[in-house]
């Protein structure tokens, strides 16, 4: 079994920065990709910043220019480093691992907010 935890999530005010952090633990083979995705309130789940086992990443029209996305594979760890926050950033974070099958997160939650 593979688990994984996020942690990093916190009140921020706008403009201010956060490193979101993700370690998988367990029975963990090849990770193909890693990524990110947030659940604002009363909105659909989205994917914020991906990255593949090849160091290929995308993000989300709304944090490119923003977010960075890096990987550590030595440590089966994603992060999320979020500059220029946005109340709009305000959501839950998950993080996702993709092996022989996707693993998720339980979420940390991001508050944007003076």
């Known amino acids: 079994q593979v688990q994984l935890v996020e942690s990093g999530g916190g009140l921020v005010q706008p403009g201010g920065s956060l490193r979101l952090s993700c370690a998988a633990s367990?029975?963990?083979?090849?990770?193909?990709?890693m990524g990110w995705y947030r659940r604002a309130p009363g909105k659909e789940r989205e994917l914020v910043a991906g990255?593949?086992?090849?160091?290929?990443?995308n993000y989300g029209d709304s944090v490119k220019g923003r977010f960075t996305i890096s990987r550590d594979n030595a440590k089966n760890t994603v992060y999320l480093q979020m500059n220029s926050l946005k109340p709009e950033d305000t959501a839950v974070y998950y993080c996702?691992?993709?092996?022989?099958?996707?693993?998720w997160g339980k979420g940390t939650l991001v508050t944007v907010s003076s």
């Open positions: 996702m691992m993709s092996m022989s099958r996707n693993y």
């Open positions: 367990g029975s963990i083979f090849s990770i193909n990709f």
């Open positions: 990255i593949f086992s090849g160091g290929r990443t």
